[in-house]
């Protein structure tokens, strides 16, 4: 029996590979310094607040360190390792949200919210503060989170059955989540007109978004919620990265579309209304983070969605340190800082693209 000859390697080929191998190093170092700088942005997002903590003085805390005063302590494990802890939980769900949403749609500027998910919640939250409508088996320091929450993930679950009645795709999914935003904002609006002034302020000011509420078992749930998605968003990665070629290039791949953007927009749904449920609406993280990881890493998803997820991560603990430091003494929802910082952020990137040939 003749021994196999060996196969000749071409040089333009060994410059491809080493090409590839580069640029996944790459694409690691920058994941990695994300992770880092979500860490920094954990640690600055506790020393800011009018107790002016230094960074020592937080580390200590957290590690019950010798010469920490009894107040600093509490502080930083009841008030302010909540709310940091939060802030990234919150942004990691938005912003791989935000990715896989403009992956299966194919729309550079669709969002969690882009299909109903916060106007949805809203009514939700709404119908508990005005007129005490909730879910009966929960208590009352859950009501409105409950009902935020069922409203959330209930308008996906209704806008996933519309669209496969209809046999539509992503045109037509987008077409009736805009149908199901104009229909819960007219219904909020209802709402509202029935309200007293005090339970209106207390609605407007859930809308803003803000993490004071936080509290270790929103953030045990959350963090549930993440951990248990990521794997399965990570698993469809290499689909998703086909997808984004066309719908018919993924499909001569034996990918099934309609599949896939079922149990997307269903781990979409679930991200999107749990951190909804406990912060209210903060707008344009997941918009524009997943945007921000893609100018840093590329198309290739195994490396984009948990860009996106550490890119969200990072804006929103910066929101809260803005929130904080913006105007002194005063504590600013965390929604609207991130929209006005998402605003210019936003244009910005349309601009890129106008200017792309």
Known sequence: MSPTPPVEVSEESLRMLSSYERLVR????????????????????????????????????LVGAAGIDEASSVIVWQVRLP?????????????????????????????????GVSAAASLGAALVIILGIGLPFLPPGLLVTGNAFVFALGSVLLLQALTRRSRGGPAMLVLFGIALVFTFQALLALVQFVASADALQQLVFWGMGSLARADWTSI???????GCVLPFSLSASWRLTALRLGEERARSYGIDVGRLRFFSLLRVSLLAATAVAFTGTIGFVGLVGPHIARMLIGEDHRFLLPASALTGAVMMSAASIASKSLVPGLLLPVGIVTSLVGLPVFFLLLSRQAARP
């Open 26 to 61: 790459r694409r690691l170092l920058v994941t990695v310094a994300l992770a880092a700088l979500a860490g920094i942005a954990l640690l600055l997002d506790m020393s800011t607040g009018p107790a002016r903590l230094s960074l020592g003085q937080v580390a200590g805390a």
């Open 220 to 226: 045990a749930i959350l963090a549930a919620v993440v």
């Open 83 to 115: 709310a940091a802890v939060m802030a990234l939980l919150v942004g990691t769900a938005l912003s791989l949200a935000g990715a896989e949403m403009q992956t299966i749609l194919d729309n550079p500027l669709a969002s969690p919210f882009t299909l």
